[in-house]
């Protein structure tokens, strides 16, 4: 009722205080609920609409695999095996310190949201954890975990190519590498001068191999110069 009050006022429905707007409703029930049965459809679409670009205002993720050789995620998401991987620690900080890691659950069915909690509520994050958890079963082979941010602790800087954009970064501690897997096609040197200086001589250094007979890849070691 507080919030159909406020909504209300805004929109000019009605103008006095809250007990006259209790006084309002109780001496106009049958109306406002057939108003309210022809209004909600059309704001429950708009909900599903915007409830993920509300919630990405405020939240990010970091999103891992569990898996460093799959085709599929190589191609989706190194630019046709020209790219790299990144390993890490599950025992850094990053892991261990940081938000909670939640493995995606894979199924048909959508998240079901009910009310939006208050901020606040521990029950907002709640919903916004199952929501980040579920993912469509054609997706399963991923094998993704996925970390929540709130995006005000994350290094916010300008998209060079989308106007009225920002990227947000969190900062990794070198520490937290454990390996780095560039893909068959990448030609890059970068990767490797960044991995040989000292912050990096820890980390593994490895190149993906297309197998001679199967659409499979193999991890072999890089060696220095190639």
Same mark, same amino acid.
């Given at each position: ?9 805004k929109s000019r429905g009605f103008v006095g205080s809250y007990p ?5 409703? %109780?001496?106009? @029930?049958? %109306? ?14 708009? $909900? ?7 919630? @990405?205002?405020? $939240? ?30 599950? #025992? ?9 890691? !939640? #493995? ?35 997706? %399963? ?24 954009? @920002? ?8 520490? @937290? ?20 200086? %000292? #912050? $990096? ?9 297309? #197998? ?5 890849? !193999? ?8």
């Amino acid at each position: 009722m507080q919030m159909m009050y406020v909504q209300m006022l805004k929109s000019r429905g009605f103008v006095g205080s809250y007990p006259d707007f209790i006084s309002f409703v %109780k001496q106009h @029930s049958d %109306k406002l609920a057939r108003g309210l049965r022809e209004w909600y459809p059309g704001q429950a679409a708009k $909900f599903r609409r915007d409830h993920i670009n509300m919630i @990405s205002q405020e $939240f990010g993720l970091i999103c891992f695999s569990a898996v460093p050789d799959d085709i599929l995620m190589w191609s989706h998401y190194t630019h046709g095996h020209t790219g790299l991987v990144v390993g890490f620690r599950t #025992d850094a900080p990053l892991f261990t310190k940081g938000p909670p890691t !939640h #493995d995606v659950e894979y199924l048909e069915e959508r998240v079901l949201m009910g009310y939006v909690p208050r901020r606040g509520d521990p029950k907002l994050r709640k919903q916004i954890n199952a929501l980040i958890r579920r993912k469509s079963f054609h997706w %399963k082979y991923e094998i993704e975990w996925r970390q929540l941010h709130f995006l005000k602790n994350c290094v916010s800087t300008p998209d060079p190519d989308t106007p009225n954009k @920002s990227n947000y970064y969190f900062p990794i501690d070198a520490s @937290s590498i454990s390996e780095v897997i560039l893909g068959c096609r990448c030609t890059d040197k970068e990767p490797q001068s960044i991995l040989n200086q %000292k #912050d $990096f001589e820890h980390a593994r250094f490895l190149r993906a191999v297309q #197998d001679e007979e199967l659409f499979k890849l !193999h991890l072999v070691e890089e060696t220095s110069g190639t």
